[in-house]
Nanobody, 115 residues
Framework: QVQLVESGGGLVQPGGSLRLSCAAS????????MGWYRQAPGKQRELVAT???????KYADSVKGRFTISRDNAKNTVYLEMNTLRPEDTAVYYC?????????WGQGTQVTVSS
């Protein structure tokens, strides 16, 4: 059974930081492309960042320079370090694992940026 379990969300003031974690089980983690996506109320789910098996990363323009994705294959975990958070970063953040036709999602964690 595949499980992706996100943690680390919460309420933070503008300019603050959060670190999201996603622990995976039931997959051969090291071969998967791991990603973070987000969905704000009334909007479509969008890509935030991805990281390949060899550590290559890709970011949405809106988070470049502020967010960092990383992975620890020994712990089957992917992280999203979020700095200089803005109110427009408020969303449910989802973890994704993808390998060819295998595509799995976590349940999401809420991030709210507000004063």
């Amino acid at each position: 059974q595949v499980q992706l379990v996100e943690s680390g969300g919460g309420l933070v003031q503008p300019g603050g930081s959060l670190r999201l974690s996603c622990a995976a089980s039931g997959i051969l983690f090291r071969i998967y492309v791991m990603g973070w996506y987000r969905q704000a109320p009334g909007k479509q789910r969008e890509l935030v960042a991805t990281i390949t098996r060899d550590g290559s990363t890709k970011y949405a323009d809106s988070v470049k320079g502020r967010f960092t994705i990383s992975r620890d294959n020994a712990k089957n975990t992917v992280y999203l370090e979020m700095n200089t958070l803005r109110p427009e970063d408020t969303a449910v953040y989802y973890c994704n694992a993808n390998w060819y036709d295998k595509d799995y999602w976590g349940q999401g964690t809420q991030v709210t940026v507000s004063s």
